[in-house]
């Protein structure tokens, strides 16, 4: 009995929030206040859900089912594992926190009858590409969700924001196409795309070159891998500040995810290493982690600087998955959860200063933090942790990746590492200083207007002070549940990965 | 009694075009009625034959009780029952739309002749689907011909009827140069019946074997100009994006595809040796390809919207091609299975785009600001068909594309995937800023002039949209057909 | 073997077709088609189908010839 | 010489196929509508007459029926076919010329580069 | 054309060229001819009669209404003939097989069917041919120029 409750919870996660978004589309006609409560609602639903699903996932059970076959070999499957848990997990949390920030936020703007729908779907299709018991299944939802999130990101409909959604448009059709590549090759060697079938292409061959550098274009792309980053620093500053939340702190995993599975299931540990292969993605990774590093100094806007240093952080994540080391396996997963909480915090500190005082650039931050100070002292904390501080979560990842380098016997990515973390204390600590200490440049009233404390909204802030102290915590205490769930996750994946 | 079905299928659509006339423009609803009650019953045909053939297998039909060789026979197989269905379905829908459509785009004088022609082409179609003759084939190639630009220019627009003409004088050249082809096999084999000619091919291949080869050649000429293959496209965008909506949706969707099927029909009877040595697929294959990229770039410098579509008709031609110059296995059945799903898509945008014009008058894409707001059901179709037309999983395209792709790999020519990526890649490029420009980067202006579009209209897009998506999710009964058509074909 | 006749004929009918692409009259293009295809038809009579040969008298050096008058003489004679 | 005795042989091959490439030649190179029309013309015949030669058995009769006569007939099939053909080319020669003359009524020319032309202009 | 000459001939022709015309209908199975023939010559002969009378004097003799309604019964009429076919159990078409009756080869009334479908066939393509012809040399401002 309750072992067939944890067979359907997969795939009720999936569709509930897409029923759900038909529902609030209907709503919406009738009710601003309705719809507002019913996305909170399909996001906290839909976060049970997932953490329903925590005992099974712990004990190290999988749950595998096909639901029914499109064509002989090809069909729509269920799979839920360690792995996908782990990120099903941290987006249905951050989903559930941006979706009240959203209320407040998105509440001067237009076209929030689209935004809500559209926001619950992406949810949806998100958790779709976690729960995808095979490829197939898997590029389903990810083409459904990288082309939904085009309405997220254009939504302010600005001519900057449809050029860059336009780019972003076609550079996802690439991806989608690249993946189509991969797939049909995989199914063409294999016979099968399932996840569930341990690895699929045993053998290098030219043909399992041209799978695997096309999954690395398709997914790349989505995870902001240089060269394919282009369309990101264009993208994630555009969108309204939750969405740009979500596609920095969850949508990028998707392509990490993507990434983990065609590397430990679809090919396997030795066969990457005898090819070689693992070299494209090193080399691709550490030019990542130091351009996007460095580019985010040059950068002015504030969400255009969160936005390369997405692509750094992203470069942490491929990096981890390919020195095929358990410890670095550990940290690669931990910063994914990491990550999604500096950066969405960062995102919605961002939006909060946007919101209230529509400042975008960094020189005219200069005081911001006497007038904010919750929404600084929450950035300040995720930008700590971003920089890798040490009892913040972004150090442990760093840590369990450095060591990780060290085991592979590759300290040069340890370096890597550390140079990046210097980068990055260079382009946050100016902000946080002048934010803090810096004068405010107003002119004339400026003497009154720096001690009058204007937070954003009560239901911006909360869920923004909350993702900022989850930072800490889940730095802070040793064998927390993420942590330990990234362990179990990382043991098991690199069980998979080697035959 | 369903040994007669399918002349009886041929007898009513050409009785009706006959009677269709007779009723005149006083009896103009009755003659509308008359003709889609004739298109239904050719669908609900389609389906016994289905059943039919599935049960008892394929079987022939002799005309006049006349025997193979000498008199003209149909051949009822899972090919033409195949072909039959995406008739019967497509024109029925098509014409449903017309009823509004036609009104307003020509004049009270002429419709009855429209349905006469409508039916004339659909018996064509029809018959070339079935038959199994050459020169039989020949004749419904030039009824579907004439019928074809009838529908073109019947329009009072002056470029319609230059449109026609040009048509007219190119697609005579191709059923010329398939009659010199016909007569050349006749010539070495004595036969006109595909079966005798496919019996007589190994012996002639021998003693005349370029013979065989010219009139191999001809027949993809012939045959290429008429379904519009890269090189003779030349003709098909004036013609397409002319006529009235449903004769372009008619056009695109079933014309130009009945000529390919017609090329699997034939090129089933060549010997495959014939095929080892003369590298006649392979240039096919090179042809489609240029096809499916060079369409997609004309397609990209439109900004009328029935061109364009019409431009991206003759992309989406190359991958049917692409699965015929594969000529086997899961390529062939994705050649096949495009026939199918771009019949869908292509006749759902042509008649999306003939929506947005009754709607607001507007035929430039560019002009498309806000429409997605005043017209989101018809948009929202369209939108489908973008999405169906890159190929994105969940629709129909994908399923086609798949198929090809394997195809492809199976061949051992990934090149041709790469074609296929760039060709929905470009596909993108045009597709999805039609339905940016619509939706987005406008001021919202709800309510505005929201005109209430017909029902009769809206339902056959619609459901062709929805069609677009259930065989993205369900291929399977095509699939399975498909494969029944090609165990039968005697191809792997 | 074949007859002086028939290579005479099929030599009047290449020299008829010739004369049609390069004469920049139309009216007299049109009279020449028209005996092109009445040579036709006797050729036809002599490849032993009468039936053709009647019937390509009267469609193709009959009515076409008609309409074709009909159509320039609606339009304009030279080319 | 025995080149030319074969060449003699297929005399009618060889004029069918001159005709047809003075015919198709016509189609595509004159601009002048009904110039192209006549090519069509020319170029139908010569397939009907490769047709027919096809059919033609030497000092073979017309099949037609003689009571109480046993004779080499010609092959009937391919005359049976080309009354067909005849009459399809004259369906399409008058429904083209009944375009051409409308587009001279809209266009006031023949010529098919001036029409395309003037078309190009319009839909500027 | 007002030319006297001209149109005594042909008043004396038209006759004598329709009833040709019919002979090759009629004798089609027989002799050289049948419905295409036959009706390419009927229709000739009431074109010839268009051309030297002009074309008002043929259509009050041949309407265009009329000729647009034996085109299409033409047509019918050869389906309908056909069918008899089916109804007689054998196939569409059928003459020897429905048991039509064959009679003595030589004669008019023999080989069954054939001589009802050339009736057919001549009806549709004299007709046809008609029509052609008068929307062909139709005035500008007719707007019945379509039917092929």
Known sequence: MESSVYKFLPVFMVLFPICMSVVIFWVSRYSERLRNGLSVATTVVTFIA?????????????????????????????????????????????????????????????????????????????????????????????????????????????????????????????GGLA??????????????????????????????????????????????????????????????????????????????????????????????????????????????????????LTQEDL???????????????????????????????????????????????????????????????????????LTMGAFTLAALAMIGIPPLNGFLSKLNLGMGALEAGAPVYLFVLLVSSLLNGLYYLPIIIAAFFGEAHGEDDHETETFKMSEATRGMVIPLCLLALSCLVFGLMPGNIFFELSRKAAAFLFLQGMP | ????????????????????????????????????????????????LLFVVRYHGPFTYQLGNWPPPWGIELLVDYLAVYVLMILGTIAFLVMAYGARDLQHEIGTNVRHWYYSLYLLLLFAMSGMALTNDLFNLFVFMEISAIASCGIISIKEERRCAEAALKYLILSTLGSGCFLLAVAMLYMVTGNLNLQYVAGGLPAALSLYPYNILIALSLIIVGLGVKAALFPLHVWLPDAHSAAPTPSSAVLSALVIKIYAVAMVKIFAVFPAELFAVVPVLEIVLILSALAAVAGSVFAMLQDDIKKMLACSSIAQIGFV????????????????????????????????????????????????????????????????????????PGTSGFVSKWYLALGALESGKPFYIVVILLSSLLNGVYYFPIVITAFFGSEPQPSTERRDLPLSMLVPVLLLAAATIFFGFYPRPLVELLQQVLASQGLR | MITVLDFLLLLFLIVCAVAVARIRDLLSAVVIFAAYSLVMAIIWQMLGSPDVAITEAALGAGVTTFLFIAAISRTRRTE | MDTVFRLGDNLYYLAAMVLFIIGFHTMLTHANLIKKLLGMNIMETAIFLFFVATGYIRGGRAPIMQV????????????????????????????????????????????????????????E | ?????????????????????????????????????????????????????GRETAVLRVAPGISHLLESSGGLWYLLVGLCGIMLGGNFLANKAAGFYLGIPGQLFSSGIIFLLALGIGMKVSSTMVTLYYNLSAEVNDEDGHGI
């Not at chain 1, 949390?93 to 936020?105: G, H, K, N």
């Not at chain 1, 254009?154 to 780019?167: D, N, P, S, V």
Request: with cysteine.
């Open chain 1, 50 to 174: 997932v953490a329903a699903l925590y005992p099974p996932m712990a004990a190290g059970k999988v749950i595998a089912y096909t639901i029914f076959d499109i064509l002989p070999g090809l069909g729509l499957s269920v799979r839920a594992d360690i792995l996908s848990f782990c990120l099903a997990l941290i987006s249905a949390l951050v989903w559930m926190l941006v979706s009240i920030y959203s209320i407040d936020y998105m509440s001067h703007e237009h076209g929030t009858d689209r935004y809500y729908p559209i926001f619950i779907f992406v949810l949806g299709s998100c958790l779709g590409i976690f729960m995808a018991g095979d490829f197939f299944t898997l590029f389903v939802f990810f083409e459904l969700m990288s082309l939904l999130s085009y309405v997220l990101v254009i939504h302010e409909e600005t001519k900057e924001a449809l050029r860059a959604g336009y780019k972003y448009l076609i550079m996802t059709i690439i």
């Open chain 4, 68 to 123: 109480g006569q046993d004779h080499l007939y010609v092959n009937p099939l391919p005359s049976a076919l080309i009354l067909t053909g005849i009459v399809v080319a004259v369906s399409i020669t008058a429904y083209a010329l009944s375009l051409i003359i409308r587009l001279y009524r809209h266009y006031g020319t023949l010529d098919a580069n001036e029409i395309a032309l003037l078309r190009a202009r319009e839909d």
């Open chain 1, 303 to 373: 969400k255009r600087r969160l936005a390369y240093s997405s692509v750094g952080q992203m470069g942490y994540v491929i990096l981890g998955m390919v020195l095929f080391t358990e410890r670095a396996l550990i940290g690669d997963i931990f910063h994914i959860f990491s990550h999604a909480l500096m950066k969405s915090t960062l995102f919605l500190a961002a939006g909060a200063i946007i919101w209230k005082t529509g400042l975008r650039n960094i020189n005219d931050l200069h005081g911001i933090g006497r007038k904010m100070p």
């Open chain 2, 321 to 392: 091609f692409m699965g015929i110059g594969f000529f086997e296995g899961q390529a062939l059945i994705g050649g096949l299975l495009h026939i199918f799903n771009h019949a869908v898509i292509k006749a759902m945008l042509f008649l999306a785009a003939g929506l947005i014009i009754y709607a607001t008058g507007i035929r430039r894409i560019s002009e498309f600001r806000g429409l997605g707001m005043r017209l989101p059901l018809t948009m929202s179709a369209f939108v489908v068909g973008a999405l169906a037309m890159v190929g994105i």
């Open chain 2, 1 to 48: 009694m369903f040994q007669q079905l399918p002349v009886i299928l041929l007898i009513i659509l050409l009785g009706a075009a006959f009677i269709v006339p007779l009723l005149g423009r006083k009896r103009e609803w009755l003659a509308f009625i008359l003709t889609a009650a004739v298109l239904f019953a050719l669908f609900l045909g389609a389906i016994v």
């Open chain 1, 179 to 296: 993946l189509f590549f991969a797939i049909v090759i995989v199914f063409e060697l294999a016979g099968s795309v399932s996840l569930s079938e341990g690895t699929l292409v045993a053998v290098p061959s030219t043909m399992a070159l041209l799978a695997f550098i096309n999954f690395l274009i398709g997914f790349g792309m989505k995870a902001g891998m240089f060269p394919l980053h282009v369309w990101l620093p264009d993208a994630h500053p555009v969108a309204p500040s939750p969405a740009s939340a979500l596609l920095s702190g969850i949508m990028l995993k998707t392509g990490a995810y993507g990434l983990l599975r065609v590397i430990f299931t679809v090919f396997n540990i030795p066969l990457i290493q005898e090819a070689r292969w693992d070299i494209i993605v090193l080399v691709l990774a550490v030019i990542t982690i130091l351009l996007g590093s460095a580019v985010a």
């Open chain 5, 1 to 53: 054309m007002d030319d006297l000459v001209t149109r005594s001939v042909c008043r004396l022709m038209v006759p004598f060229v329709q009833l040709y015309g019919a002979y090759l209908i009629f004798y089609g199975h027989l002799s050289p001819g049948g419905g295409f023939a036959g009706g390419a010559v009927v229709a000739s002969s009431i074109i010839l009669y268009a051309l030297s009378f």
